[in-house]
């Protein structure tokens, strides 16, 4: 049974995110911060894949950074994924 390598995983998102054309420059800064954060916070490797890979979906489908969203944004993203 193939295991994933939770250490490695979350940098090379990181790596995938930065190298994106498809998401805003400063969520590009944005995400690898929200990162940093979370290990500090002593989060599992797992959580922090999970978690950055999801961040990656929904940056991908952002148009704008996630810092300048509005309310009316994050509505549209959260219908978006449900």
Do not use: C
Not at 5 to 14: A, C, G, H, L, Y
Not at 45 to 71: C, G, H, N, P, V
């Amino acid at each position: 049974m193939p295991t994933t390598d939770f250490k490695r995983q979350p940098e090379n998102t990181v790596g995938n995110i930065e190298e994106s054309d498809g998401i805003h420059e400063r969520n590009k800064e944005l995400i690898p911060e929200y990162k940093r954060d979370r290990v500090l916070d002593g989060l599992s490797e797992a959580t922090l894949l999970r978690s950055t890979q999801r961040l990656k979906i929904l940056a991908e489908y952002a148009e704008k950074s996630f810092d300048e969203m509005e309310q009316s944004d994050v509505k549209e993203i959260v219908s978006w994924v449900h």
